[in-house]
């Protein structure tokens, strides 16, 4: 394979949808050296992305896109016929849950493929025209969409996306693998190798690329996330006989991870995932396995999910036990909101979801987050809220951890006794030492642990 250097930075792209995939998708590959113009309907995040702002909390993103913005090979508009000039088209919007169903919600995915359609053609002076699909899509969708686009001459290639929140600039820059997912013609292998041509700087480095057909690239994604629900909801399942048997699950992690077959990756025990990908992900892989007549072969999905919902009423449980089975008026502090650290994402958040539940419970809840406070005032302005962990355990009768910031992980057990009503915590995530904090007089309670 030849890879033009001169080729690359004149290479013109677009991206449809400008969230979290989207946007980062756009300034990096700016930041490697193409014209990129990002398309969103949102004229507020078009305007926060075009002045150097990020709209979401991402470590590193904020870097990479004043430099690109600066570099003049990145632009922002609402504007879709902005996409006309490009050679290769990229489709990054989001596939949230449908309303009232498991089921992917395609709304947003067919919009982009509409504004697409009027500007597609054959060629680009320097070659065919690629529409790439990024979002994570039910099998069959690359297909149609495949149908559609036919008929204007420009082709498609599926190439998903692995973008872990937190690590998303690094995902795109250095990822594990690429995938493209493409016909088996000439027409096929004329798309792959334009797709060879953006991703030239990663293929430089030797970054497997794996090219498959579309129905086997639309699976990656969502097989993965399913592989890693199942890996997380399997050691909270053990946390559960844990609890019943006095065993201790962080234990029982590290013992079984040293086999290689197994990897210690994904085996921690805890109040479980969320997010936007894995939860909505394996809910509509397993509805379209329905859909397919196969429902059977993923009915383990179900349990997966239903394993991951129950880690969520345990923490709860557990907060009502170690407050004499009634909150009802007593101050809970809740430490994070966002379902993950290094990120400011409120999605199917575990950490929400438990202090909504302590709230309708009676308690008096004070929450805190480094990052996603300001969502949580636009998502649920009736949660009282505090700048930090301590401000938010003062007078607390009780302290429940539920996202493993880093502050919160390394917090001074004695010294954060002082402020507190009551010294019992509640471990959501597994990540204190149970022995430092039982020495400093507090009541500690971890999840599968004894």
Not at 46 to 53: D, N, V
Request: aromatic residues 6%; contains cysteine; glycine residues 10%.
């Amino acid at each position: 394979m030849v890879f033009c250097a001169d080729r690359l930075t004149g290479m013109q792209l677009s991206v449809i949808g400008c969230g979290y995939l989207g946007a980062v998708h756009a300034a990096c590959m700016a930041d490697l050296g193409h014209d990129v113009v990002g398309i969103d309907v949102d004229e507020a995040k078009i305007e926060a992305l075009a002045a150097g702002r990020a709209p979401f909390h991402e470590p590193g993103f904020p870097e990479i896109l004043e430099r690109a913005l600066e570099s003049g090979r990145l632009r922002f508009t609402t504007d879709p016929t902005a996409a006309a000039g490009a050679q290769v088209h990229f489709i990054c919007v989001g596939t949230p849950q449908l309303d009232g169903s498991d089921a992917a919600d395609l709304q947003y995915v067919d919009a982009a493929v509409d504004s697409l359609l009027p500007l597609l053609r054959a060629e680009h002076e320097d070659g065919p025209v690629v529409v790439v699909g990024k979002s994570t899509v039910p099998s069959g969708t690359a297909e149609r969409i495949n149908a559609q686009i036919t008929p204007t001459g420009a082709r498609l290639v599926w190439n998903p996306e692995f973008l872990r929140e937190g690590y998303g600039v690094k995902d795109t820059l250095y990822p594990d693998r690429i995938v493209y997912g493409v016909t088996s013609d000439e027409s096929g292998k004329a798309a792959a190798d334009v797709l060879d041509e953006v991703y030239a700087d990663q293929l430089r480095r030797h970054i497997p690329r794996i090219i498959t057909d579309m129905a086997t690239a639309q699976l990656v994604k969502v097989a993965a996330n399913a592989f890693l629900a199942t890996k997380i909801s399997f050691i909270n399942a053990m946390a559960e006989i844990c609890e019943v048997t006095g065993g201790d699950v962080t234990q029982l992690a590290v013992a079984i991870g040293h086999d290689d077959r197994i990897g210690k990756l994904f085996l921690k025990a805890g109040v479980g995932f969320g997010g936007g990908c894995l939860p909505k992900d394996i809910r509509a892989f397993a509805a379209r396995a329905e859909e397919l007549g196969r429902g059977d072969s993923v009915r383990f999905l179900r349990e997966v999910d239903d394993i991951n919902k129950r880690r969520r009423q345990r923490v709860v449980d557990l907060a009502v036990e170690a407050l004499d089975g009634d909150v009802t008026g007593k101050k809970v502090a809740v430490l994070g909101a966002s379902f993950k650290p290094m990120s400011d994402d409120l999605r199917d958040s575990p950490a929400l979801d438990v202090a909504r539940r302590l709230e309708a419970l009676g308690a008096h809840v004070v929450i805190t987050d480094p990052e996603a406070l300001g969502n949580v005032t636009k998502a649920h302005p009736e949660l009282a809220q505090a700048p930090d962990a301590f401000a938010a355990a003062k007078n607390a009768e009780l302290v429940v951890l539920v996202t493993e910031w880093r502050e919160y992980v390394v917090l001074d057990p004695e010294a954060f006794g002082q402020v507190v009503a009551a010294r019992r915590v509640i471990d959501g995530r597994n990540v204190l030492d149970p022995a430092k904090w039982r020495a400093a007089g507090w009541d500690y309670r971890g999840l599968g642990r004894p």
